[in-house]
């Protein structure tokens, strides 16, 4: 299921998109500049993580996940998506995991076959008249955390991977679309409904303390990855996915 855009791009951005592969200064680069662009395979994508070599991005209109070279942006493989409305992506260490809004599930999958090893319900509290979307997802290095999209109650949920059961939970800046944790920080990307560039939002993972933020180059971000020494992120109206530099 695509995702519906409320709001069209600018020139600028849409020229961007023309771009196959882009390779830009990384000398002293600054935080958030653009170090490496590619176009994503799919035509809306979603969710992004990073397994140690490769990179993974979702699409939820062909409902597929696509591997990467982080260098290049071939896709090197690609497998179904559990569900039809994906919206996270993340990876554990072993095996990836998927967030699909339409059953509200959070799926383990084995990244050689695609094949589903396990499923937990997405933890989603009740909220009077506030209706609640499933946002990023990614991995802290024992527990999943899921953004939840609801308004001024939007959060990350820290959950239990075995069981569901949310551990704690943050309140966000803005709409928790996309997700990404190193260990020591989380990361959530945020959209503006169109009217400016998104926003990535970095808090401490031990108490969710806000630490500082960047502009995305897109004003949709869908899907947010670190690797280590850098941000990954994918916007779903240019269809692009971009290398950052992190703080």
Known sequence: MRLKHLATGGAMILAVALVPLTALSTDNPTPGQILTQFAAPGPSPVGLAFDGKYLWVGDDQTDKLYKLDPASGKVLATL?????????????????WTSDN??????????????????????VLPLRNQPQELGGLCWDGKYLWSGIVAGFSSRMNQVDPQT????????????PRALACDGTYLWNATDNAGRRAGLIYKYRLSDGLFVSQLDTPGDWPSGLAVDGTSLWVVDRESRQIYRLAAE
Do not use: C, W
Not at 86 to 94: K, N, P, S, V
Not at 102 to 120: M, T
Not at 164 to 175: C, L, P, R, S, W
């Open 102 to 123: 339409a059953s509200r599930r959070l799926a383990r999958l084995d990244q050689s076959k695609g094949r589903v090893l396990a499923r937990v319900a997405a933890p």
């Open 80 to 96: 179904d998506a559990p569900g039809s409305e994906l919206r996270g992506l993340a990876f554990d260490g072993q095996n990836l």
């Open 164 to 175: 569901g059961a949310i551990q704690k939970f943050y309140f966000t800046k803005g709409y």
